[in-house]
């Protein structure tokens, strides 16, 4: 059982920055890849990163590569989510979700947090 706890959201103008903070309960945070997937209004959940459980492996959504990076502390349970440039378009509720495989598919996380709120102003 793993139990994660975002942070990190707010408000940014478009431009701006933040850094979105995942932490995991439990001693076995390594042994999940851990994903950053984002929900807009109206719209589904989709991907937005992955990270290996060692943290040398990393996948993005074509629309946020170049602008955000994902990363881990596997010492301190927690994987992060850098997002720079942001655009009114990133404006979501974002989830962080433990895997057991390194994946783009919702399916393959069991685990995941109760979302923080990101809304970029133009």
């Known amino acids: 059982q793993v139990q994660l706890l975002e942070s990190g959201g707010g408000l940014v103008q478009s431009g701006g920055s933040l850094r979105l903070s995942c932490a995991a309960s439990g001693r076995t945070f390594s042994t999940y890849a851990m994903g950053w997937f984002r929900q807009a209004p109206g719209k589904e959940r989709e991907f937005v990163a992955v990270?290996?459980?060692?943290?040398?492996?990393?996948d993005y959504a074509d629309s946020v590569k170049g602008r955000f990076t994902i990363s881990r502390d596997n010492a301190k349970n927690t994987v992060y989510l850098q997002m720079n440039s942001l655009k009114p378009e990133d404006t979501a509720v974002y989830y962080c979700a433990a895997g057991l495989v390194f994946a783009v598919r919702q399916y393959a996380y069991a685990y995941w947090g109760q979302g923080t709120q990101v809304t970029v102003s133009s």
């Open positions: 990270v290996s459980r060692s943290g040398f492996s990393t």
